[in-house]
């Protein structure tokens, strides 16, 4: 079946730090890969995709790119503010039209 | 645009007790998902409705655990008798079927979700 592994948390990073989330997956076939972010208190919403691959999804200074070749989604950014503190799931969904989430991993940043 | 919309947000109900949670889905979304939250489980997917039909509900956790989508725009999730184990976040998501060869990539559209405790 899928899967989808994700580094884990929490990540505590100062603000304007390098962010990198590792995330990895299993599937058959060509799923479409994506990151969502889920603020406290709130539902998850999706911040980026990409759908087949070499594709890279961006969003709000975030990016990441599918590599299918290493089966993997790392999710970056260049300089982390304090509003980024979140939890990020890492997320596929393919052919079984079923999504798999990773666990997530919180993000901390502080000033 | 309206999004997801699940009711209600807060619930503390005793155990034993009947709880219902409902979802309204995003109009034209013919895909819906209920999620439960914890911190030890995570997400865990437990049914998933495509045209208002249960595709998959084998994260159900057992019989006390019930969920209907009577039309394209409702569906509740019961559970009866209620637990102290079932405290968590329930989350309802909805979204296009994916259709092969079009830009609909399936992602999902969630709500706010409902926090329920039970004592």
């Known amino acids: 079946g899928n899967s989808v592994t994700q580094m884990e948390g929490p990540v505590t990073l100062s603000e304007e730090a390098f962010l990198t989330i590792n995330c990895t997956y299993t599937a058959t076939g060509y799923p479409s890969l994506f990151w969502y972010v889920q603020y406290p208190g709130e539902g998850l919403q999706l911040l980026l995709k990409?759908?087949?691959?070499?594709d890279k999804g961006s969003n709000k200074g975030f990016e990441a790119t599918y590599r299918k070749e290493t089966t993997s989604f790392h999710l970056e950014k260049g300089s982390v503010q304090v509003s980024d503190s979140a939890v990020y799931f890492c997320?596929?969904?393919?052919?079984?039209?079923?999504?798999?989430f990773g666990r997530g991993t919180s993000l901390i940043v502080h000033p | 645009d309206a999004g997801v919309i699940q009711s209600p947000r807060h619930e503390v109900t005793e155990m034993g007790q009947e709880v219902t949670l409902r979802c309204k889905p995003i109009?034209?979304?013919?895909?819906l998902f209920w999620y439960r939250q914890t911190m030890m489980r995570g997400l865990e997917l437990l049914i998933y409705?495509?045209?208002?039909?249960?595709?998959?509900d084998s994260g159900m956790p057992e019989d006390r655990f019930s969920a209907k989508m009577p039309n394209a725009s409702f569906s509740t999730l019961k559970i009866q008798p209620s637990e102290p184990r079932d405290s968590a976040v329930y989350f309802c998501?909805?979204?296009?079927?994916?259709?092969?060869?079009?830009?609909?990539?399936?992602?999902?559209?969630f709500g706010e979700g409902s926090r329920l405790t039970v004592l």
């Open positions: 998501a909805s979204s296009l079927a994916i259709k092969p060869g079009t830009l609909n990539t399936g992602e999902l559209f």
């Open positions: 409705f495509n045209n208002n039909v249960p595709i998959d």
């Open positions: 997320a596929l969904r393919g052919g079984s039209y079923i999504p798999t």
């Open positions: 109009s034209g979304h013919n895909s």
């Open positions: 990409a759908t087949k691959a070499d």
